[in-house]
């Protein structure tokens, strides 16, 4: 423990005094650690579905908001609610970035969960640090965030271990812990599960092995390569892994390639560069047939890809077998045709001026077919571009067309009928004209 004098002591006292009075001064260096007294001390990390200790529940939690008042709370006080620990630092841009969407979350939730920030004591985050972080936050965005954090914290980043930002835990209305997550699967479905006391359909992601000084690279190979000569496999999803760029890494001679957890829609395009080129798989055609489903399962299903050789092989070696074996594992191709289609034109109507932004803050909760989205000062081109897929044909927008909107997509959207579709956009003033064209385009279809 440092020690400090009696004048240091009340020269910081009179420092954190003065921030208190300032508009984003609300940090002071008030620690969380346990006290002997509490407990709390000798705490361990949780396992998915093991209680959280007794003695958590009672300890003081100082949580600091950032118009600068601060409250202190006990974690029992939200017994029988689904508890959210969403982890960040100063330095973690995704973190400052998704405060607005937790909010909304919380708004949401009001009565069934609670949203608790966390800045652990270990990314030194001073309050000159944090103060200056969000005056530039309020400047940039005239935007105060409004959850309260708790800072210089111990307990609970020993108790949910995460090895990565942002990161979120979850702890069921049983006072279970859940696990550590993201804040993509605060879904609705997800929440109501956890209110009824219940896991959820999600995996504990907290310490991910693909990070240190190898990065993404890193965190070992699909095999044991010490006496393997070649191999390309294909693999689901890898738990515990952050997504991984190709990288063609050449070694001692060896040659490397991994894509790691990157949607089938990356590793289709991947395949097929030349094919797909000007295009996304949201804005291509698709043979009879390949519906809602099929192009959901390109969007949103992860794979993982290695290859390995013991020699030295050209990187259009390494694409011609990656193409080859995605064709034969996933059953897909794509070509490039020339042919009359048909497309949706978008145009407006005066309905559309609504839909114009009037906020500083861009904030995006990403839709699934069972979770509502909600799109604020986002580009109308990003919005319509983004469920090109939902509708029976493409729809065609200029990427200049950037206007920023406000626009919530209800739950459940990509599965109207296409009527359905046309008409809720049409009541927002977006006109979807059916049209035909002769065009170059990708083709996707099945090979058997």
Known sequence: ????????????????????????????????????????????????????????????LELNYFDGKKKTVKLADFKG????????????????????????????????????MVNSKRNKDTPQRIKTRFQKYREDFNYVPKLGSILDDTVFTTLFEHNTLPTTAVI?????????????????????????????????????????????????????TTSTYYYSAFAK??????????????????????????????????????EMKDYSVRKAYYAPG????????????????????????T??????VYRKDFVHFFKIAVERRKDTVEFYKVSYT????????????????????????????????SILSGLSYAFEVPIEIEQSEMTRVDITIPAGFIYRTEKEKLDFFKEKGIILTRKKAFKEFPYIYLTK
């Not at 993509?184 to 006391?197: F, M, P, Q, S, V």
């Not at 809602?292 to 390995?308: A, C, G, S, T, V």
Request: aromatic share 12%; charged share 25%; with cysteine.
């Open 1 to 60: 423990m440092i020690k400090r004098s009696k004048s240091f002591t009340a020269l910081l006292d009179k420092v954190v005094l003065i921030m208190l009075f300032a508009l984003f001064s609300m940090f002071s260096l008030s620690a969380q650690t346990p006290r002997k007294e509490s407990g709390a001390e000798g705490l361990t990390a949780l396992n998915p579905g093991e209680p959280i200790p007794d003695a958590v529940w009672f300890m003081p």
């Open 81 to 116: 609610k689904v508890i959210v620990l969403d982890f960040w630092s100063t330095g973690c841009k995704a973190c400052i970035e998704g405060i607005p969407k937790m909010e909304l979350i919380q708004d949401r939730f009001n009565k069934d969960m609670v949203i608790l």
């Open 172 to 224: 069921n209305s049983k006072g279970e812990f859940v696990a550590t997550t993201n804040a993509n699967n605060l879904t609705d479905g997800n929440i109501e599960a956890w209110h009824k006391g219940v896991k959820g359909n999600i995996k504990s992601k907290g310490i991910y092995y693909n990070t240190g000084g190898e990065g993404r690279g890193g965190g070992g190979s699909l095999f044991d």
């Open 237 to 274: 999803q890898r738990d515990n892994f952050l997504d991984s760029y190709p990288n063609t890494v050449y070694r001692d001679g060896t040659t490397y390639l991994r894509i790691g957890n990157h949607t089938l829609s990356f590793m289709l395009t991947y395949a097929f560069p030349l």
């Open 290 to 313: 390949l519906g809602i489903d099929f192009k959901l399962k390109l969007i949103r299903n992860r794979y993982w890809y290695e290859y390995f050789n013991r020699d030295s092989v």
């Open 315 to 320: 990187k259009k070696e390494i694409r011609d």
């Open 350 to 381: 005066s309905a559309f001026e609504k839909l114009k932004t009037k906020h500083n803050m861009v904030i995006s909760i990403e839709s699934s077919p069972d979770n509502e989205s909600y799109a604020q000062k986002i580009p109308i081109y």
